[in-house]
Structures are given as C-alpha cells and as structure tokens.
C-alpha cells in the first residue's frame, strides 16, 4: 500500500472519529429541538416507560409525525410563569455582567500597571479564590449576605457574581499582552492613570472585554446552586431552575423550554464568536 493511500485512509479514520464525536455531542441538542416540536402527546408516547414490559425498548422517534407549535404556545402565553421566570434570569445577569466588566477592568488595570506593595501576593490571592469550586464559596458568601441583611434577594447573588476574580484574571493577562511602548510614551506626555485607562487600555482590550462579558453571561445565565441557597421565594427563582420544575409536571413543555431558554445565548455566542476566540487567544500569549 503506498505512502499516499495510507496518508488518505488515515485522514478518512480521523474525519469519521471527529463526525462520530459531533453527532454524540449534538444528539441531545438535536432530540431537545425536534422534540418541542411534537405535541404532548406524542412526546408522553416516545417518553412513557411506566408501563412497559421488562426487556422491552422505548419507541422514540427523532422526527415529529407532525410539526406543532402548541407546546410554545403553552410556554409563552398560557404560562406567564415561565416568561416571569425568564425575566428574573434577566435581572440577575444582565447587573452582574456590567458589573463584573466595570471592576475587573478597574482592578486588572491595577494588578498590571500600578506598582504597589504586595501586588503580587493579593494577584496570587485572586488566583486561589478563582480556583476554589463553587460549592466551598456558597457558605462564605451566605455568610457575608446574611450579615449584610441580603439573603433571599437577588443582590447576595449579584455581589458575588460583581467581585468574582475571574473577570479581572482574564484582563489581566490580556492587558499584559499589550506593548508597553505604549504606556512608556503616554507617560512621556504627561497622560495619568485615567488618562492611560480610558484612552489607550479600554480601546485596545475591547475583545478581551468582550470575551469576558460573554464568559460571565454564559456562567450566571444557567446559575443554579446560587439561586437554591439564596432566593427562597420560588416566584423569584431564575428560568434556570425552574426548567426542572417544568420537567417534572410535563416533559414535553420542558423541550420547548429548553429550546426557548437557549437561544439568548446562542444568539451572543453567534453574534460574538469572534471576539471570544481572539480574547481568550490573546490571553495565553504573555503571562
């Protein structure tokens, strides 16, 4: 066999491998989207298993018999829970994320161009805090909210979505990576700090922002622990989860649910693919 027909079957193998992995990854997509589609009776058909004979299979089929838009119909207008519910996932996202850009751009600007004492040891801080899982800073944070007399509101949840370091660890990183002629000649002209900051930094890591802005967008918009510990109101509940409460009671409501909780941030991530892959490209090039 030669060189070349080897080369091209082994090209073959690796395509077929990486399309096998997609569609693996994307059946559960593709079943939640095809799914919303069928009516409830058909989805409660595919889904019934209560009465099902042992060793028997379920029969699910991935096309709907007929395409149907009243389990959205059911979503959007005859539930207003749901679109309440879409509207307290709002409220807490939309705060953190103009939030968490407004401090971490201010303290990654710190971390990398002021000099001050200890800057390195309280940066090395913010890394062991990023690092923390979530579930071992739910109980500091409760804490703290309790204190401040916040809990079962949406600002103990906000708060600590504002000052997580995340944020200003990727700044960070992304304003090292910008030349620092450029400071050196702005300090030459007589330009301060807010001068620097406004003027040159902000301008030039605009897809660094960008990156983060989505970042934080993805992770507070399916929240879940947070809600659970802080908001006991079940009216102030995010969609997030409340999805799971909707599956519970009707699974096919669930489907078009889901399907109507995803789109935002595929939109965003559509909208913003590029800005995401340059920021967090450029982060990895100077540490």
């Known amino acids: ?82 679109l309440n ?8 996202t939309v705060p953190i994320v103009v939030g968490q850009i407004i401090v971490s751009t201010l303290a990654a600007y710190a971390f990398t161009v002021l000099k001050f004492k200890g800057k390195e040891l309280l940066f090395f801080l913010y890394i062991i805090v990023m690092l923390l899982p979530l579930q071992v800073t739910l109980m500091p944070n409760y804490i703290v909210a309790d204190w401040l007399g916040i809990t079962d509101s949406y600002l103990a949840i ?7 370091p995340f944020g200003v660890f990727l700044l960070r990183q992304f304003m090292k990576s910008l030349p620092d002629a450029y400071l050196e000649a702005a300090k030459i002209d007589g330009a301060g700090n807010g001068k ?15 990156a983060t802005a989505m970042l934080t967008l993805l992770d507070y918009w399916n929240l879940v622990d947070q809600a659970i510990i802080f908001i006991q109101d ?28 995803a789109v935002p941030m595929l939109l965003v991530l559509l909208y913003g693919q590029e800005h995401l892959k340059q920021g967090i490209a450029i982060t990895g090039i100077k540490g």
């Open 1 to 82: 066999m030669s060189k070349q027909r080897v080369q091209r079957w082994k090209s073959r193998f690796w395509w077929l491998l990486f399309l096998a992995i997609t569609v693996i990854y994307m059946a559960p997509l593709i079943i939640t989207f095809t799914n919303s589609f069928m009516s409830s009776t058909e989805v409660e058909r595919n889904y019934n298993v209560s009465g099902m004979e042992e060793g028997s299979y379920v029969d699910m089929n991935l096309i709907p018999e007929k395409v149907t838009l009243s389990q959205y119909a059911e979503l959007l207008f005859d539930s207003p829970v749901y």
């Open 85 to 92: 519910m879409f509207w307290n996932s709002v409220k807490i």
């Open 158 to 164: 906000i708060l600590s979505g504002i000052f997580n």
């Open 196 to 210: 620097i900051f406004i003027s040159i930094i902000l301008p030039m890591i605009k897809p660094g922002i960008a």
């Open 234 to 261: 079940s009216e102030k509940q995010p969609l997030s989860t409340f999805l799971a409460q909707i599956n519970n009671g009707d699974i096919g409501l669930a489907f078009a649910g889901s399907c109507f909780y």
